[in-house]
């Protein structure tokens, strides 16, 4: 008897993570992926003679799923924790240490206070919110009005907003606290006062604990191990260079590609995914597709060793949009990952939500902002020895405050119109790895459950 067959349609860590998930389970697997190689956002890039990341290149070591899914690959013993911790934020000329927070909301205002980040009637401003009355209002709201009502506009601005921006090129005014960063939301349900909330959220991580991991030798060693155990399943079958035009219902299934199948797992972004539903479920691709993508470019610069005047225990800087530079973030990866390279490698982040105008740069005036704007946040001559623009299109989904409803209509209108068609990926219930692979996880468990 044949078994049944699932069709998984993108080979990002999503789909990755889904067809791994179908491994073993008496089904036939097929997994097409448009680009030339697999990975999606989890990609690398030749710098010289170095392969570098050009994107993802860590996850939260506090959600299980990535570091649970590198254990059942036999990766293991090769996850590693930054050797850098220390962050700055650059503001009016001059870098100042990231105090103690819960995701840009302070925990200690005394050293709040000492980093001179905040000014003294900035300090006051979020010091009423250990008074303030219980404002909380029912169900989700923006992180940008939660923190400007409670806290004020300026650690909005200079702590909430670059952290939060340097994860995914957002705008804080209009990223839900709930689906977007739910720790947030967490701790405005745990207390009406936010600092309150951070400092007792905060006291229950366990010192020295790593807050990011990765993998000896890149999370492309994940990626890799993930291929080759698809490779080696025979049930299991991987089509590189194969972009899926259209999904059409058949007399017993799905059509992709001409060939049938019980199930299909959409792990693609919100555009390309809506093209492929258009014609079998019109309402929900159509609903689908208008979520907003913000676009990014990744500059990786080669430096001579030591080029930077800062201690081989700072990991980057995050640059506040009021600031006015092309640049949002600076990575100083060699700092984190000290194997990486023997010389100093920068990752610079350029782009966000409200900040568009590198796209319209050719990759020389790009290169040469980007430049310019790192020896402003440093104070010093940048002598770049090699450089690369690696571009994101539309690769970052916004959680506006009305994602949840959005993507509860479009998974319902979904299950009505194309039963036994699932969708997966960053676009839905959480940002980040670990959200993609559990993503990934339930797309698979949902199209078992629809053939059996």
């Known amino acids: 008897m044949a078994k049944p067959r699932i069709a998984i349609v993108g080979g990002g860590i999503a789909g990755l993570a889904a067809a791994h998930h179908l491994v073993g389970e008496d089904v036939e697997v097929h997994l097409f992926e448009a680009a030339d190689r697999l990975g999606g956002k989890i990609d690398s890039t030749m710098l010289g003679a170095e392969q570098l990341p050009a994107a993802a290149d860590n996850f939260l070591a506090r959600v299980p799923q990535m570091k649970d899914l590198?254990?059942?690959?036999?990766?293991?013993?090769?996850?590693?924790?930054?050797?850098?911790?220390?962050?700055y934020i650059y503001r009016d000329g001059s870098l100042h240490p990231l105090p103690?927070?819960?995701?840009?909301?302070?925990?200690?205002?005394?050293?709040?206070?000492?980093?001179?980040?905040?000014?003294?009637?900035?300090?006051?401003?979020?010091?009423?919110?250990?008074?303030?009355?219980?404002?909380?209002?029912?169900?989700?709201?923006?992180?940008?009005?939660?923190?400007?009502?409670?806290?004020?506009d300026e650690v909005h601005e200079y702590l909430v907003d670059p952290l939060l921006g340097g994860i995914n090129a957002g705008d804080s005014d209009r990223l839900s606290i709930t689906y977007g960063v739910p720790q947030i939301r967490a701790a405005r349900d745990r207390d009406a006062s936010l600092i309150r909330a951070a400092q007792n959220m905060r006291s229950g991580l366990i010192v020295g604990a790593p807050v990011f991991l990765s993998l000896r030798g890149g999370l492309q060693v994940l990626i890799d191990a993930l291929a080759d155990e698809l490779e080696q399943d025979e049930w299991a079958t991987v089509h590189i260079d194969s972009p899926v035009a259209d999904l059409q219902?058949?007399?017993?299934?799905?059509?992709?590609?001409?060939?049938?199948?019980?199930?299909?797992?959409?792990?693609?972004?919100?555009?390309?995914?809506?093209?492929?539903?258009?014609?079998?479920?019109?309402?929900?691709?159509?609903?689908?597709?208008?979520?907003?993508?913000?676009?990014?470019?990744?500059?990786?610069?080669?430096?001579?060793?030591?080029?930077?005047?800062?201690?081989?225990?700072?990991?980057?800087?995050?640059?506040?949009?009021?600031?006015?530079?092309?640049?949002?973030?600076?990575?100083?990866?060699?700092?984190?990952?000290?194997?990486?390279?023997?010389?100093?490698?920068?990752?610079?982040?350029?782009?966000?939500?409200?900040?568009?105008?590198?796209?319209?740069?050719?990759?020389?005036?790009?290169?040469?902002?980007?430049?310019?704007?790192?020896?402003?946040?440093?104070?010093?001559?940048?002598?770049?020895?090699?450089?690369?623009?690696?571009?994101?299109?539309d690769s970052l989904p916004q959680y506006d405050v009305d994602h949840g409803q959005r993507i509860d209509a479009v998974e319902s209108t979904l299950a009505a119109d194309c039963p036994g068609v699932h969708l997966a990926g960053a676009s839905l219930r959480g940002l980040g790895l670990p959200a993609c692979v559990q993503s990934g996880r339930d797309a698979a468990d949902a199209a078992l459950s629809s053939i059996r």
């Open 70 to 87: 590198a254990h059942e690959l036999g990766l293991g013993d090769e996850l590693i924790s930054p050797t850098a911790t220390n962050a």
């Open 249 to 393: 219902r058949g007399e017993s299934g799905w059509q992709i590609e001409g060939a049938s199948f019980d199930a299909v797992i959409v792990a693609v972004p919100p555009v390309p995914a809506s093209a492929l539903l258009s014609s079998c479920a019109p309402a929900a691709a159509a609903a689908f597709g208008a979520i907003e993508m913000s676009s990014v470019v990744m500059t990786v610069i080669a430096l001579a060793p030591e080029s930077l005047p800062v201690a081989s225990n700072v990991s980057g800087v995050l640059i506040p949009r009021l600031e006015g530079l092309h640049v949002t973030a600076v990575s100083i990866a060699t700092n984190k990952w000290p194997d990486l390279s023997d010389r100093q490698i920068l990752r610079v982040s350029v782009g966000r939500r409200t900040d568009t105008r590198w796209r319209s740069l050719d990759p020389d005036e790009l290169t040469a902002i980007v430049i310019s704007d790192l020896q402003t946040i440093f104070g010093c001559a940048i002598h770049p020895q090699d450089a690369i623009a690696v571009e994101w299109i």
């Open 100 to 152: 103690p927070t819960l995701l840009g909301i302070p925990a200690d205002l005394d050293v709040l206070a000492e980093s001179s980040l905040i000014s003294n009637a900035g300090v006051e401003r979020a010091r009423a919110d250990l008074s303030a009355p219980d404002d909380r209002p029912e169900g989700d709201e923006s992180v940008g009005d939660l923190v400007r009502r409670r806290l004020g």
